[in-house]
T-cell receptor, first 118, second 115 residues
Framework: GAVVSQHPSRVICKSGTSVKIECRSL??????MFWYRQFPKQSLMLMAT?????????EQGVEKDKFLINHASLTLSTLTVTSAHPEDSSFYIC??????????????FGPGTRLTVT | AQTVTQSQPEMSVQEAETVTLSCTYD???????LFWYKQPPSRQMILVIR??????QNATENRFSVNFQKAAKSFSLKISDSQLGDAAMYFC????????????FGTGTSLTVIP
């Protein structure tokens, strides 16, 4: 199957600073990537859908000015948490869609990034 | 609206035994996919099995099989000959098929395997 990587795997930042998380599709071109957030012992909640070359689509209740998403290339999407606060501490997971003709709209998940804001 | 319900927050099974995890979903669509994902302590989401809604035959992958009841909107996962490595969080998920849209996840079932 296709591989999706995330960097960093863990990050600790101070309150008020910004942190960038990268999501890369390593062996396929992903026109669409998705960003999820997972709190401890809870399910994955979709934050936004990232389309290459266009603005991201955010789910209701997700602050677009706080969670900046950029999908500048077919293999890279970034999530920047701006002015981070302790309540932003969470596990962030991306997934990338492998479209036809190579794929069948399968989605592959990255290993996740644990963000801790102190 | 699409919703996925997993009514068993926790399950346990004796090693080598069989366990069934339940999942129900609600949708008005006719063309969709259903998935079971495993999330071990590493937090990496691992696809266990996938079922296309238009297929009547239940999907199987080695020790993993599903019981897909489309009319009842039920999609249970059976794990046979349970192994210690099966211990994880299991998420049932739904996705519309043709456009590769977002996943809708259930709340998960934590599976413990007892040696």
């Amino acid at each position: 199957g296709a591989v999706v990587s995330q960097h960093p795997s863990r990050v600790i930042c101070k309150s008020g600073t910004s942190v960038k998380i990268e999501c890369r599709s390593l062996d396929f071109q992903a026109t669409t990537m998705f960003w999820y957030r997972q709190f401890p012992k809870q399910s994955l909640m979709l934050m936004a859908t990232s389309n290459e070359g266009s603005k991201a689509t955010y789910e209701q209740g997700v602050e677009k000015d706080k969670f900046l998403i950029n999908h500048a290339s077919l293999t890279l999407s970034t999530l920047t948490v701006t002015s981070a606060h302790p309540e932003d501490s969470s596990f962030y997971i991306c997934s990338a869609r492998d479209p036809p003709p190579r794929g069948g709209y399968e989605q592959y998940f990255g290993p996740g990034t644990r963000l801790t804001v102190t | 609206a699409q919703t996925v319900t997993q009514s068993q927050p926790e399950m346990s099974v004796q090693e080598a035994e069989t366990v069934t995890l339940s999942c129900t979903y609600d949708t008005s669509e006719s063309d969709y996919y259903l998935f079971w994902y495993k999330q071990p302590p590493s937090r990496q989401m691992i696809l266990v099995i996938r079922q296309e809604a238009y297929k009547q035959q239940n999907a199987t992958e080695n020790r993993f099989s599903v019981n897909f009841q489309k009319a009842a909107k039920s999609f249970s996962l059976k794990i046979s000959d349970s192994q210690l490595g099966d211990a994880a969080m299991y998420f049932c998920a739904y996705r519309l098929s043709n456009t590769g849209n977002q996943f809708y996840f259930g709340t998960g079932t934590s599976l413990t395997v007892i040696p």
